[in-house]
């Protein structure tokens, strides 16, 4: 009698295992994506492609960004000189553990830098990486077809121009 009273004690209690995993499941699936879905949707603005408007003399920059899913965006900024290219970096602005990165991918680093996103609005975004040696932090900014990328850190501040190209 012991036996059978366990086993059914056993099938009785998979009904509420089955919700627990349930609502286990659901409320990881929230604490993953609080609001990173609604705020990731905001950066489709940067998709396109960008032309630098103020490289020196003799350059000229692009940078293009296309959609790859609804997590991740990729981009290729490229410098060229003449008709040589001079320096590629490729980036990405993706959901990682819950939290939206910028990602650097610069030849001359090892590794890929992640910059986190901290501030975000309709036409704004800025990512930081205090740890990184420079930039330690990336804004962009749109107004209208126009793009301003800023990287700063240690007092230090550069600013890239760009029109979006139709």
Same mark, same amino acid.
């Given at each position: ?66 959609? &790859? ?7 290729? *900024?490229?410098?060229? %000189?003449?008709? !040589?290219?001079? #320096?590629?970096? @490729? ?51 749109? &107004? ?7 990287? *700063?850190?240690?007092? %230090?501040?550069? !600013?890239?121009? #760009?029109?979006? @190209?139709?």
């Amino acid at each position: 009698m012991g036996c059978r009273y366990r086993s059914l004690h056993l099938i009785s209690s998979k009904p509420r295992m089955r919700k627990l995993i349930l609502l286990a499941i659901i409320f990881y699936s929230l604490k993953i994506y609080p609001q990173t879905a609604n705020d990731f949707a905001k950066l489709q603005w940067i998709v396109g492609e960008w032309k630098r408007t103020n490289a020196t003399l003799g350059t000229s920059g692009i940078e293009k960004w296309v959609s &790859n899913s609804s997590i991740e965006l990729q981009g290729w *900024s490229t410098t060229m %000189k003449g008709a !040589d290219t001079a #320096f590629i970096e @490729k980036t990405k602005l993706l959901i990682k553990e819950g939290y939206i990165y910028y990602v650097a991918d610069i030849p001359d680093n090892k590794e890929l830098v992640y910059f986190k996103l901290v501030n975000i609005s309709e036409n704004e975004f800025t990512c930081e990486n205090s740890a990184h040696d420079f930039p330690k932090k990336i804004i962009y900014t749109k &107004n209208g077809n126009f793009l301003k990328a800023t990287i *700063s850190g240690d007092g %230090k501040s550069i !600013d890239y121009f #760009f029109e979006r @190209k139709l």
